[in-house]
């Protein structure tokens, strides 16, 4: 019997390119890319989940990124400037949603936190637990943009 | 027709009133289920409530077996928008009264053919 601690690579793409598809009214499916250096995100948001599976998703943003998804989700003019309380919104709803798809296809029955917004990285843990190993990732440029989708599990967990 | 919108993300309340008020519905939104129920006591009546799961103060779950124990309520449609995928929890929900359950992310359509399944009809909406 295979125990999968990680969603696979495939089921990130298609749960992004759904989530961009329907609150981005983005045509074009998200092609995967290199990763960006760490210095290109300047916004993160997290969500941890706890149970049956014990993870942290964790999506993080360029500047101009996190401004668009704002705009687009909130349904903001493009002359429109997001106020932190808007980039907070709109990018915890987004990593609560992906966090929730992922969470839909590992072992379960499992909770998922409120979301965690920042300007930079964000700090949390999952319950318990001290190290988290990345266990999955997904970058993808939107408008030119790095944004990158990663699951943390629990070094215990993280496949070898 | 009016819709009342539970959840405690503006930005899923902002994506759901324009798709509702598109179809011609009025909205009132709250940010938990507690706030929910309150303005029900208040004496709103809506025909339908779209209800998200994961909310502080008061989740959607406990509003919904909260809005299925009072009688006052019994013709207020309830449907849950909602992360919550798992199949128990969908099981749990409508069992507790809920007529129907949207898993996030939704298209606008998806929004549209539940309500359609409703009785919700669009084809009443002044264009």
């Known amino acids: ?160 | 027709m009016h819709a009342l919108i539970i959840d405690d993300s503006r930005t899923m309340r902002s994506i759901l009133r324009r798709i509702v008020t598109e179809l011609g519905f009025e909205t009132t939104e709250a940010g938990n289920g507690q706030e929910a129920l309150d303005a029900l006591e208040a004496g709103l009546v809506p025909s339908i409530c779209l209800i998200d799961w994961n909310m502080p103060l008061m989740d959607g779950y406990t509003f919904v077996t909260r809005v299925r124990a009072d009688p006052r309520w019994r013709d207020v449609t309830l449907m849950m928008v909602t992360t919550e995928s798992e199949h128990g929890q969908i099981v749990k929900a409508l069992a507790a009264g809920a007529h129907e359950y949207v898993i996030k992310p939704f298209t606008a359509d998806a929004i549209v053919d539940k309500l359609e399944l409703l009785g919700l009809t669009v084809s009443e909406v002044p264009v």
């Open chain 1, 1 to 160: 019997m295979t125990i999968t601690h990680e969603p696979a690579l495939a089921d990130l793409e298609s749960i992004v390119n759904d989530c961009w598809s329907t609150f981005l009214s983005n045509v074009e499916p998200l092609e995967p890319v290199a990763p960006s250096d760490r210095s290109a995100y300047a916004w993160s948001a997290a969500i941890t989940v706890s149970g049956g599976w014990q993870a942290l998703v964790l999506m993080q943003f360029s500047d101009t990124a996190a401004k668009a998804v704002a705009q687009q989700m909130l349904g903001m003019g493009a002359d429109e400037e997001p106020v932190l309380e808007d980039l907070n919104d709109a990018l915890g709803e987004l990593v609560n949603v992906i966090g929730g798809n992922v969470k839909s296809l590992m072992p379960g029955p499992s909770q998922l936190s409120l979301p965690l917004v920042a300007q930079g990285t964000v700090s949390t843990s999952l319950p318990g637990r001290t190290e988290l190993v990345e266990a999955t990732s997904l970058d993808v440029r939107w408008l030119d943009e790095p944004v990158r989708l990663s699951i943390s599990v629990a070094s215990s967990d993280a496949s070898v």
